[in-house]
């Protein structure tokens, strides 16, 4: 019985190695790797970055299908849901952030110093001066002031009365109230420093 022991194993041996499945290389000469060329010649083995047909059935391109229904056209949805490729007529947002509205802003409250009684939409900045801003105008001042100011514009000279100094800083006193009663919430213009200015260069004009 031993004499048959050799060929058997031998046969055993032979049998397994017959079996061994040699298994083919991918596209990357992995062997039974997964890698695969897609339409575009690109090997790897992530099928959610395969190559895709654009709109004009060109592999790999980028044309899109736009709110026209052309491809590769520019049309945009803007935010009034308006669909066309002109930039210019945009949709825009007014002044109440609505979108394609023709709201006016400003102050709706009549009882406020700075009431606008065009304004559809009320953006919170009324406010109410204390102080009457028309008592300006009856200052003597005021009327040498446009004076003076039509003399220089004719090229003309003009006489400066006496009391010239007093009336000016007069007058900017009560420019200061209205300035420190918030008269002059929407003229960004009238500041402190303007104010300052105006004293110092307008009352000293006839020294």
Do not use: H
Not at 27 to 42: I, K
Not at 95 to 116: E, H, K, L, R, Y
Not at 130 to 158: C, H, K, R, T, W
Request: glycine share 8%.
């Amino acid at each position: 019985m031993r004499k048959y022991l050799l060929p058997i194993m031998f046969l055993a041996f032979w049998s397994c190695e017959e079996e061994a499945e040699v298994l083919p290389e991918d596209c990357l000469g992995v062997e039974g790797g997964t890698a695969l060329v897609d339409s575009c010649g690109v090997c790897d083995s992530d099928p959610t970055n395969d190559c895709t047909e654009d709109c004009s059935g060109q592999w790999g391109g980028t044309l899109v299908v736009d709110c026209n229904g052309e491809c590769g056209g520019t049309a945009l949805v803007d935010s009034c849901g308006v669909c066309d490729s002109d930039s210019t007529n945009n949709c825009a947002e007014d002044c109440a952030g609505v979108w394609g509205g023709d709201n006016i802003c400003g102050c709706t409250d009549a009882s406020a110093s700075n009431f606008d009684s065009d304004a559809t939409f009320d953006d919170g900045t009324c406010f109410i001066c204390e102080v009457e801003m028309e008592v300006l105008m009856d200052f003597p001042f005021s009327s040498q002031l446009q004076e003076y100011i039509n003399a220089v514009i004719l090229g003309e000279s003009y006489e400066f009365s006496s009391d010239w100094k007093a009336n000016c800083e007069a007058y900017f006193i009560f420019y200061q109230e209205l300035f420190d009663n918030n008269c002059f919430q929407d003229d960004p213009y009238i500041t402190q420093e303007s104010i300052d200015d105006m004293v110092s260069e307008i009352c000293t004009l006839n020294d």
